[in-house]
């Protein structure tokens, strides 16, 4: 062989080298790749990032490694397997689903590092003895809903097929032991008869998707968090309706929602979380619920917010660190119990806040521990005098609280010495109490209330917290004031004419025993004589003033049926 052709040879198999070459990387590349742009975009599950915009589903999924006939179980492609009427998915992949399964399930064990993708197009199945959807391993698991589709899951009210060692997982219609996304502009309807709706032992992260919910226990829960974002969500269920439960790890166990529209009618919390719930606009309307929001923090930023609990409305449950936190929004609460309720704090920088309370004896319309500080906003509370609080003279803006009964409808307002409206607003339930702070009330200044266009009542502002109701639901500056300078009303009010018997100290009135229990009072205690001492003795009083001079027979009656506040953190067992 001559020198030139061997050199021409030699040339010709570097090339068939070169090209075998790029055909590997490039088959490599095709099989790993990833898109990270919106829109119609493919790319292999097998290099999803765990990222904000893929976890959000900003990325369309067209380009499927596999295609699932639900109507006749066939698959084109590879990753899955069926069966009886069980898809198992092994690997990673994207898999598209479409049809009806009447009585099957999906279950997804695939490897620790397995990015699984399940494209749901108009889905339904049902199952009658475990979960619809069952992932017991991969790295991540996204559904995607196809925009324009419904896709429903209903399970029965019996599991008999469980797939760990204690027998009691799957628990749910749509059950997760990874971190689980759903995204996609679909609909996603959840029948859940046997107990939970959407569970996710990890991570829940919703984005865009419309989810309807009805459970037999929890609608929607996420150990980790459940983080939801532009996604429309209604829940039925009869006990919570949005859940995190991890109360362990540091920077878990929390709910935020963002922009989002979400009614909740549940049995239990509408929405409960053991760390923080974060609020940032949107809708929230917690129809029916035992307490409305419940977490260790409980921070509202902004949207438009209307709660109806059978017991606490807004609670920060735990222990004194807990913290109620609003700083915008309009919010709305109507409860049976506490309105605003914290172990520890309450603030309120911004936003529009009502709170409707209660006329139970042993509940109030606020509820702290430590302090209300007000540094702005509006807010309006109406309610019983049973457990009143006021807000905190730690506030930097100015709270008045009038004492005048009223009914459901009522028409309120409150105008300056000047004639300058402070509030207006209708009433939906009985009071014997209102509070107002806003940025228009000045120190200095009276205000009179007026109530169906009638004048009730005036009041001085004298300091940053100017009540004629102290935080126990007694008149005036007297009897059980906590130090927190509320109830501003002069003592001098208390007796009839402003007069206070000549030698009267009202400083050295007796104070009540710790141990005193007006619910079990010694059978010689004179009731119509709050002064007796318990060991029987009465204390002398000034000539001409009898004891009802210094408390009302109402306070007494009041006093009587108080009862002893038992903080929610004893139902977070419940919870």
Sequence with gaps: MKKREIIIFSLIMIFIVIVLALLIVYSKLSNNSETKTTGNSSYSASKLEVESKNKRGEVEYTNYNTKINLNDLSIDGSGASVKGNTITISKVGIYYFKGTLEDGNIVVNAGDEDNVVLVFDGVSIKTSNTACINVI?????????????????????????????????????????????????????VNANYLDGIVSKDELVITNATIEVNSNDDAIRGKDCVDIKDATITVTSKQDGIKSTNDTDEGRGYVIIENSNIAINAGDDGIHAEKQVIINGGTLNIEDSHEG???????????????????????????????????????????????????????????????????????????YDKEFNVSGGSLIVYGGTGMWQNTSNTSSQYTICFSSQGSSGDTIRVVDSDGNEIANFKTNKNYSALLISNSNIKNEKTYILYINGEEKTQLEVTSVVSSQINSNGFMGGMGGQRNDGQGDKRREEMFEGGNIPEGFNPDNIPERPDDFDPKNLPEDFDQENVLQMPNGEKPELPEGMASDDIRSKGNRENMQNKQGKNKMSQQSDNN
Excluded at 154 to 177: A, L
Excluded at 322 to 334: K, R
Excluded at 337 to 347: A, C, F, H, P, V
């Design 137 to 189: 391993n991969a790295k991540n698991i996204y559904i995607n809903l196809v925009a324009g589709t419904t896709n429903t899951f209903t399970d029965s009210s019996k599991y008999t097929v469980f797939t760990n060692d204690d027998g009691d997982e799957p628990d749910s219609t749509i059950f997760s032991k990874t971190d689980l996304f759903i995204n996609g502009k679909g609909t996603l309807i």
């Design 293 to 367: 929001i419940e977490g260790l923090t409980v921070q509202i930023n902004s949207g438009d917010i209307k709660i109806k609990a059978d017991d606490d409305g807004i609670n920060g449950a735990g222990d004194n660190s807990a913290l109620v936190e609003i700083n915008g929004g309009n919010i709305y609460v109507d409860s049976n119990g506490d309105g605003l309720d914290s172990n520890g704090s309450i603030s309120m920088k911004g936003g529009n806040v009502v709170v409707a309370g209660t006329m139970n004896a042993g509940n109030g319309a606020v509820d």
